[in-house]
């Protein structure tokens, strides 16, 4: 299939294999114009580019989702809108991925932060004093940190070993 004015990064529909629905891709490959390689928004797959099919004929009956009885306008358009179950538990599974990956990686940054400078120099927090980046902070609550950053007027961002806090201060 010929396609004109695509290109890697743009958003295209076609039919994933792991959701089994037509749903946004983004386009990771092309060869000669021709799009070959996309990726899944809804579960992050990574899969051959499958057009989607071409409309139903006109005289085809529309397909219908089934809504339990009783059910409200807003439970059964919920229904009808919603991804399927496979594309859920894709994306919440790339979620915890990444939230891990993430939480790894400040819990890294933090250990280099901390080994750099010795805690005899730390200084307590407390919001009435001013603090210059790269100083080391013992907080009450979050432990030592680093400060990363002064954002003016009045806030700083401190590297704690469960990540990055914005906190009061005067600067």
Known sequence: ???????????IEAKCTRCNDITG???V???GGEVVKVEC???GSVHKYRPQKKDAPRNAAPSVRKVRAGATRAEAVDVSNSRSEAARKAAATRANQRAARDAEATEVAWKVAMTRN???HNRKYSMGESYEVGEIIDHPVFGPGEVRAVVRPDKVEILFQEG???LRCVC
Do not use: D, F, N, Q
């Open 25 to 27: 891709h983004v386009i």
């Open 41 to 43: 928004r809804a579960c």
């Open 118 to 120: 010795p805690a005899e």
């Open 1 to 11: 299939m010929r396609s004109t004015g695509l290109a890697a990064g743009a958003i």
């Open 29 to 31: 490959a092309m060869v």
């Open 164 to 166: 990055l806090k914005v």
